[in-house]
Each structure stands twice: as structure tokens, then as C-alpha cells.
């Protein structure tokens, strides 16, 4: 049932950008208006500060942009056929992927590593989980890593705004 709330406010969502597109004058490509109507923060709960990258695929935390100005903490969410999703990187167009036993990278979006499921706590609150059942994690030195998900989930590091 949460899942199919969250696809629908999702679909929603992605539904509301593409409206915004149509509207949209101007000489950016369909590929670059797409990228910037629908791009979104992830904000942690606990630390304030949200997901960012860089093209050299480290993926880390800071200071979110107030006004969504930074297209490196922008990432847009592709669903796939397997009931998981791609989270990709507006600016460097590569995607968050677990790296080894608990790292997190940005690489390709077409490694399975970079399949996302989420689990949805309530309040716009998110777990983000890996292909190997780790929660995206944070602290508030800007590191992200994967860790075991707190049961119930009510590790507050391991919570995500979409903002």
C-alpha cells in the first residue's frame, strides 16, 4: 500500500514537471528542460544537509542550495522494471551506487549497484535502501555510507527528505 502511494505522489510529481515543460520557452533542449523541472534535493533528516556530487563520483554531503540552484545536489529518480529505481545526478548524469560493502559513489546508472528501493517512514520521510539491504546513511562531517537499517527505522541519519 505505501509503495503505491509513493509511486502515485511520484508519478504525480513527474507528472507536474512535464506540464511544466510544455509551458517552457527559451533555447534549452528537452533534455535540459526535463533535467530541470524535475530534479530534487535529498535532504537528511538529522544532519540539515543534503546529497551531493561530483564528477569524479564521490558522493557526499553539504549546505543544501535554498533556492535548488545547485545542480549537483539535484538528482532525478528513474524507475525500472524490477520495482527499484535509479537515482541520477542532474549535473554529472551518473547515478548513486553502493560501492563495495558499504560505500556510496556516483557511476554508471546501468550497474545494477545503483538500483534504490525506499521505504516510505511518513512525514515526506524516506529509507533509501541498496541492492544489498543497506540504508543510505549520513553524518554531519558531509560523509554518506551504507550501514544496517535501524529497526524500526527510527535512525534519523538514515532519514530523507525529498525537498
Known amino acids: 500500500m505505501r509503495t503505491r502511494r509513493t509511486v502515485a505522489t511520484l ?8 506540464a511544466l515543460l510544455v509551458g517552457m520557452t527559451g533555447n534549452a533542449s528537452a533534455a535540459e528542460a526535463g ?3 524535475i530534479g530534487q534535493q535529498l535532504k537528511n533528516i538529522r544532519t540539515g ?3 551531493d556530487s561530483d564528477y569524479n563520483g564521490n558522493a557526499y ?3 543544501c542550495a535554498g533556492d535548488h540552484g545547485n545542480p549537483y545536489q539535484q538528482w532525478i529518480f528513474q ?3 524490477y520495482g527499484t529505481f535509479k537515482i541520477e545526478n542532474v549535473q554529472t548524469q551518473r547515478c548513486l551506487q ?8 556516483t557511476g554508471s546508472c546501468n550497474s545494477v549497484d545503483a ?4 521505504e516510505y517512514l511518513g512525514s515526506q520521510r524516506y529509507n533509501l535502501i541498496a541492492t544489498n539491504g543497506l540504508a543510505l546513511d549520513s553524518d554531519a562531517k558531509g560523509n554518506v555510507y551504507l550501514n544496517p537499517k ?3 527505522s527510527d535512525n534519523p541519519y538514515q532519514q530523507w527528505w525529498l525537498w
Request: with cysteine; hydrophobic share 40%; proline share 3%.
Open 150 to 152: 535501524n529497526v524500526p
Open 79 to 81: 524507475w525500472t522494471n
Open 49 to 51: 544537509l543534503c546529497l
Open 115 to 118: 538500483d534504490w528501493r525506499e
Open 98 to 105: 553502493r560501492s563495495g560493502s558499504k560505500g556510496v559513489v
Open 35 to 37: 533535467t530541470m523541472a
Open 11 to 18: 508519478t504525480a510529481a513527474v507528472g507536474a514537471s512535464v
Open 61 to 63: 554531503t553539504k549546505g
